[in-house]
């Protein structure tokens, strides 16, 4: 027994655990290296007592002693220490008695395994583990971790939600069972690059088929997901829906493909009635004004000139429409009238195709309280449109009838129809349908658009239905009626007496054609003209001629027609001079600043004869 003492006293001094071996009293009988550098202590500790050496070890290690020296062996696991210095010990430990040659408890051997940084690293990787399962459950960015046979392993709660189905779903299914069927060779081959380690990973975009049958645009970031011995079992894709980036790519592209065929179509459009135009002036240019044919001609020119203008001020209405700027002059108005004035506007397109138009009409006035140029010209656009592509000698009907508290106004053709597809789409701006029509113009893709805006601003919808190509249209138009109070009468039309009208006029611009054309008409109309066409010979012209009305064109070089109205506001001859700017523009800026520079009035070129002949009218006669 004595050399088994000695054996265990030597195992202890040299075991590179920390261990420490102890009679009854507690006292050191022998320490390994580990146990006194753990402790900082020396060899001179063999013989004294432990609680000696260090006396501030706590009651309940003295109680495991105690049970120890009576005989029984005790041990625990991740034991926590909070240390005097404020630092915490980790520590496996086990105390058990020895027993002396006699049989009896000579003493004890405690033994410690210090597992602090074991303990720290463990926890730091519990804590990692936390994160990554919050990361992975609550992340926004699908994630989806596979075999390499496709078979789910692991998806969190954006990829499910992504593609439409279960966990559990996910885990009856393959990879491939969700990808869209004609993007699945490409992502086959890019899969086959990464098994073969030619890439390390990829991006690629493709479709998925959600659960429900909708496909969806998702970017993808594949990887190698590799385990602990290096080997690439799993696959880790990170998934984006990127669906509304592509459609508003999609819509751009078509937005860009519209451009361009709008441009293309505007300088048709534009060519057109310039054709007619240059061959009446040519005929005039070589064949004089007594011409035969001068009066023909003269109609000609002023339909194509018509046409012009409607066009332009068509792309200025879709500008004020697309800044929300069109404002309504509502009045009570009968709809009679407002359709005869659609069917004289689109009555040329339809007599050049030898269509034939029925009107039918309610028995009884319809009154609304509308817009009624506004509405004439949303009729107009929609009969227009029937005339286009309707072929020629085809059939238009406009019918009007009554519905409750609203009336409904439909124009319907024998024309070429509509496809599924394209109902609706044909209200957008810019719109074109196919020409399968030898004699069909397009236009600019703007009337209806126009049409629909007009129509919600009244508060009424525009509908179209066709049954398919060839089989016709109809655009149906619902407007609320003016339901007038009882006892209400029609106000009777004023009779309008024309007062004498002004004598003396100055023109102003630059644009000699412009500006002579312009005098030649006024001076028809029995006007006394001069012209200026500058800012300057405009000062010189107002205080010489003293006009009592003055048009000003705005975009003249050097003094333009801003800087002109305000010099001859200064000037005593243009105190009460009525100025009128004449301008191509006619935005609300454009408007403001006119007025901000003295401008009474606002035209935009070319100035309407009937807008004409009421400002005319409406201007008192000078001295």
Same mark, same amino acid.
């Given at each position: 027994?004595?050399?088994?003492?000695?054996?265990?006293?030597?195992?202890?001094?040299?075991?590179?655990?920390?261990?420490?071996?102890?009679?009854?009293?507690?006292?050191?009988?022998? @320490?390994?290296?580990?146990?006194?550098?753990?402790?900082?202590?020396?060899?001179?500790?063999?013989?004294?007592?432990?609680? +000696?050496?260090?006396?501030?070890?706590?009651?309940?290690?003295?109680?495991? %002693?105690?049970?120890?020296?009576?005989?029984?062996?005790?041990?625990?696991?991740?034991?926590?220490?909070?240390?005097?210095?404020?630092?915490?010990? *980790?520590?496996? *430990?086990?105390?058990?008695?020895? %027993?002396?040659?006699?049989?009896?408890? &000579?003493?004890?051997?405690?033994?410690?395994?210090?597992?602090?940084?074991?303990?720290?690293?463990?926890?730091?990787?519990?804590?990692?583990?936390?994160?990554?399962?919050?990361?992975?459950?609550?992340?926004?960015?699908?994630?989806?971790?596979?075999?390499?046979?496709?078979?789910?392993?692991?998806?969190?709660?954006?990829?499910?939600?992504?593609?439409?189905?279960?966990?559990?779903?996910?885990?009856?299914?393959?990879?491939? $069972?969700?990808?869209?069927? $004609?993007?699945?060779?490409?992502?086959?081959?890019?899969?086959?690059?990464?098994?073969?380690?030619?890439?390390?990973?990829?991006?690629?975009?493709?479709?998925?088929?959600?659960?429900?049958?909708?496909?969806?645009?998702?970017?993808?970031?594949?990887?190698?997901?590799?385990?602990?011995?290096?080997?690439?079992?799993?696959?880790?894709?990170?998934?984006?829906?990127?669906?509304?980036?592509?459609?508003?790519?999609?819509?751009?592209?078509?937005?860009?493909?519209?451009?361009?065929?709008?441009?293309?179509?505007?300088?048709?459009?534009?060519?057109?009635?310039?054709?007619?135009?240059?061959?009446?002036?040519?005929?005039?240019?070589?064949?004089?004004?007594?011409?035969?044919?001068?009066?023909?001609?003269?109609?000609? !020119?002023?339909?194509?000139?018509?046409?012009?203008?409607?066009?332009? +001020?068509?792309?200025?209405?879709?500008?004020?429409?697309?800044?929300?700027?069109?404002?309504?002059?509502?009045?009570?108005?009968?709809?009679?009238?407002?359709?005869?004035?659609?069917?004289?506007?689109?009555?040329?397109?339809?007599?050049?195709?030898?269509?034939?138009?029925?009107?039918?009409?309610?028995?009884?006035?319809?009154?609304? +309280?509308?817009?009624?140029?506004?509405?004439?010209? =949303?009729?107009?656009?929609?009969?227009?449109?029937?005339?286009?592509?309707?072929?020629?000698?085809?059939?238009?009907?406009?019918?009007?009838?009554?519905? /409750?508290?609203?009336?409904? =106004?439909?124009? #319907?053709?024998?024309? !070429? /129809?509509?496809?599924?597809?394209?109902?609706?789409?044909?209200?957008?701006?810019?719109?074109?349908?196919?020409?399968?029509?030898?004699?069909?113009?397009?236009?600019?893709?703007? &009337?209806?658009?126009?049409?629909?805006?007009?129509?919600?601003? %009244?508060?009424?919808?525009?509908?179209?239905?066709?049954?398919?190509?060839?089989?016709?249209?109809?655009?149906?138009?619902?407007?609320?009626?003016?339901?007038?109070?009882? &006892?209400? @009468?029609?106000?009777?039309?004023?009779?309008?007496?024309?007062?004498?009208?002004?004598?003396?006029?100055?023109?102003?611009? +630059?644009?000699?054609?412009?500006?002579?054309?312009?005098?030649?008409?006024?001076?028809?109309?029995?006007?006394?003209?001069?012209?200026?066409?500058?800012?300057?010979?405009?000062? @010189?012209?107002?205080?010489?001629?003293?006009?009592?009305?003055?048009?000003?064109?705005?975009?003249?070089?050097?003094?333009?027609?801003?800087?002109?109205?305000?010099?001859? #506001?200064?000037?005593?001859?243009?105190?009460?001079?009525?100025?009128? @700017?004449?301008?191509?523009?006619?935005?609300?800026?454009?408007?403001?600043?006119?007025?901000?520079? &003295?401008?009474?009035?606002?035209?935009?070129?070319?100035?309407?004869?009937?807008?004409?002949?009421?400002?005319?009218?409406?201007?008192?006669?000078?001295?």
């Amino acid at each position: 027994m004595a050399a088994d003492y000695l054996q265990l006293q030597l195992f202890i001094e040299h075991a590179p655990a920390a261990v420490a071996m102890f009679d009854r009293d507690m006292r050191y009988l022998a @320490a390994s290296p580990r146990w006194l550098r753990d402790h900082r202590l020396g060899m001179e500790v063999l013989g004294r007592s432990h609680y +000696d050496v260090l006396p501030d070890i706590p009651e309940r290690w003295k109680e495991v %002693h105690r049970r120890a020296l009576a005989g029984e062996v005790i041990a625990k696991e991740d034991d926590r220490f909070d240390r005097a210095d404020g630092t915490v010990q *980790w520590l496996n *430990w086990e105390v058990r008695p020895w %027993h002396a040659s006699d049989g009896q408890v &000579g003493g004890i051997v405690i033994s410690l395994e210090e597992i602090t940084d074991r303990k720290r690293s463990d926890e730091a990787l519990r804590a990692s583990e936390t994160r990554f399962r919050a990361i992975f459950e609550n992340a926004a960015t699908g994630i989806a971790i596979t075999d390499w046979e496709g078979r789910f392993f692991r998806c969190n709660p954006a990829y499910c939600k992504l593609v439409g189905y279960t966990e559990e779903e996910l885990g009856q299914i393959k990879i491939l $069972d969700l990808i869209h069927p $004609d993007d699945r060779a490409d992502n086959l081959a890019i899969i086959r690059s990464l098994r073969d380690k030619e890439l390390p990973s990829f991006e690629i975009e493709n479709r998925y088929v959600r659960n429900d049958g909708e496909a969806v645009w998702v970017r993808k970031f594949v990887s190698l997901l590799h385990d602990q011995e290096g080997q690439p079992p799993h696959i880790l894709a990170l998934v984006t829906d990127v669906t509304d980036r592509r459609r508003m790519e999609a819509a751009l592209l078509e937005a860009d493909r519209r451009k361009d065929e709008f441009l293309a179509t505007l300088a048709h459009e534009l060519r057109n009635p310039l054709a007619p135009i240059r061959n009446a002036l040519l005929v005039f240019k070589r064949s004089g004004a007594d011409t035969p044919n001068a009066e023909n001609l003269l109609s000609i !020119m002023e339909r194509q000139l018509d046409h012009l203008v409607r066009l332009v +001020d068509d792309l200025l209405e879709v500008s004020r429409i697309s800044r929300g700027k069109i404002e309504l002059k509502k009045e009570r108005c009968d709809l009679a009238g407002i359709l005869h004035h659609a069917v004289e506007t689109a009555q040329p397109h339809i007599q050049a195709a030898a269509q034939r138009l029925t009107v039918e009409l309610p028995s009884s006035p319809v009154t609304l +309280d509308a817009d009624p140029v506004r509405l004439a010209q =949303v009729f107009a656009n929609v009969l227009n449109n029937a005339s286009k592509y309707t072929e020629n000698g085809g059939r238009i009907w406009l019918k009007a009838e009554r519905s /409750g508290d609203e009336v409904i =106004v439909s124009v #319907r053709d024998n024309g !070429m /129809g509509i496809s599924a597809e394209m109902l609706t789409s044909v209200f957008e701006l810019f719109f074109q349908t196919s020409r399968t029509l030898g004699r069909a113009q397009g236009g600019l893709g703007i &009337g209806l658009a126009l049409a629909r805006s007009l129509v919600h601003l %009244h508060g009424g919808q525009i509908e179209a239905r066709s049954e398919g190509p060839g089989r016709g249209s109809e655009f149906s138009v619902r407007l609320p009626l003016f339901e007038a109070p009882s &006892g209400h @009468a029609e106000s009777e039309r004023n009779t309008a007496v024309a007062p004498e009208l002004p004598r003396r006029i100055l023109v102003v611009d +630059d644009d000699r054609d412009v500006a002579d054309s312009f005098v030649m008409l006024l001076r028809c109309l029995g006007m006394d003209v001069r012209v200026a066409y500058g800012g300057a010979a405009a000062l @010189a012209a107002v205080a010489e001629f003293k006009p009592r009305l003055a048009f000003v064109d705005i975009g003249m070089p050097g003094m333009d027609g801003y800087e002109t109205a305000r010099q001859i #506001r200064r000037v005593p001859a243009g105190q009460d001079l009525i100025l009128v @700017a004449l301008s191509g523009w006619d935005r609300d800026d454009d408007r403001r600043r006119s007025a901000e520079a &003295g401008f009474d009035h606002h035209f935009v070129k070319p100035i309407e004869v009937d807008g004409l002949e009421k400002l005319l009218a409406s201007t008192p006669v000078g001295a």
